[in-house]
């Protein structure tokens, strides 16, 4: 077996059709599967955790558990950016994207950072209007 033009370790003489292909699946597409799977059940999780607190919030009054209501709920909703940079990230390169929209997990990640912030500012507001 000698290394042909591909550089895979063996050659293909003059056969057209050798039987097999050396394509392979963007790296992306199994990782964004993956990622789109775990965020899909992430969110159902903590969007049904944060509708029963919200019940017992209601309930009691706790502050407390407000406060961790908030914190699922801003948890839940980082997944709708990733979700859509997943997405993004799987489209192919065009003329205005020549290496894709994979970097836009970085912008998603920015929006996620603001959405924890805002989180805490709300929960922050709460537990000192409950205080006051």
């Known amino acids: ?7 895979h370790g063996h050659d293909h003489g003059d056969a057209s059709g050798h ?5 392979v699946i963007d790296p992306t597409i199994a990782t964004t599967d993956r990622g789109i799977w775990a965020i899909k059940w992430s969110f ?17 009054g706790s502050v ?4 961790d ?10 997944a709708v950016p990733l979700w859509i940079a997943f997405v993004l990230a799987r489209r192919k390169p ?5 290496y894709g929209l994979g970097r836009v997990e970085d912008l998603a990640g920015i929006i ?3 959405i924890i912030l805002f989180s805490a500012i709300v ?6 209007d409950r205080l006051i």
């Open 123 to 128: 929960a922050g507001y709460e537990a000192i």
């Open 44 to 60: 159902v999780i903590l969007a049904i955790t944060a509708a029963l607190q919200l019940v017992v919030v209601f309930i009691s």
């Open 94 to 98: 065009s003329k205005t994207f020549t």
């Open 19 to 23: 039987g097999h292909t050396h394509g």
């Open 69 to 78: 209501t908030i914190h699922n709920v801003g948890d839940a909703v980082t």
């Open 1 to 7: 077996m000698t290394q042909g033009f591909g550089g």
């Open 64 to 67: 407390a558990l407000l406060a």
């Open 112 to 114: 996620i950072v603001l």
